[in-house]
């Protein structure tokens, strides 16, 4: 039971730190890509309307964790990894 639980607020911890990277890779690549014509929103749109909220949230979430895997292909292939 107790088990559980630790299991439970671990993955959620992780998964909060993960997206929260995500979220603000993401922000800034549309940042950089707009030429700074977009400034990055750092409260995650907590001000929009619920739907909207969700929607722009996971888009940029989504974006950052491309990046990421863009990154990590190209580090693992110029390391000679493929």
Known sequence: MLSDLIEEVG???FRFVVE???FYTGEVTL??????????RWDFYAGEPPAKFI????ITTWIGF????LT???VAKALGGG
């Open 11 to 13: 993955k959620f911890l």
């Open 55 to 58: 929607v722009l949230s996971e």
């Open 66 to 69: 491309m990046i990421w895997v």
């Open 72 to 74: 990590i292909g190209f």
């Open 31 to 40: 940042y950089v890509a707009s030429w700074g014509g977009r400034k990055p």
């Open 20 to 22: 929260t990277v995500f």
